[in-house]
């Protein structure tokens, strides 16, 4: 069974291709990773990682710094 959770609050995250905003999150069970669907910050181009490949950016109101 599948899961597509819309992300609903902005959440940054750093990709291999830059920043950018999660837009959805898809879990395809146990035996896969999970995907973020995310809008690059430079050039807007949507593209689909692999939860080992992005990482919260710093926010200062969770306390939160980025490249940690």
């Not at 995250?13 to 690059?40: C, K, R, S, W």
């Not at 490949?53 to 969770?62: A, S």
Request: a negative charge; charged letters at 20%.
């Amino acid at each position: 069974m599948s899961l597509i959770h819309e992300v609903k609050q902005i959440l940054w995250v750093t990709t291999p291709h830059g920043d950018g905003i999660v837009l959805f999150i898809m879990d395809y069970g146990p035996q896969e990773n999970t995907i973020f669907v995310v809008a690059l910050e430079k050039d807007g181009v949507i593209k689909h990682y692999n939860s080992n490949d992005v990482r919260l950016c710093k926010n200062d109101t969770f306390n939160i710094n980025k490249n940690v």
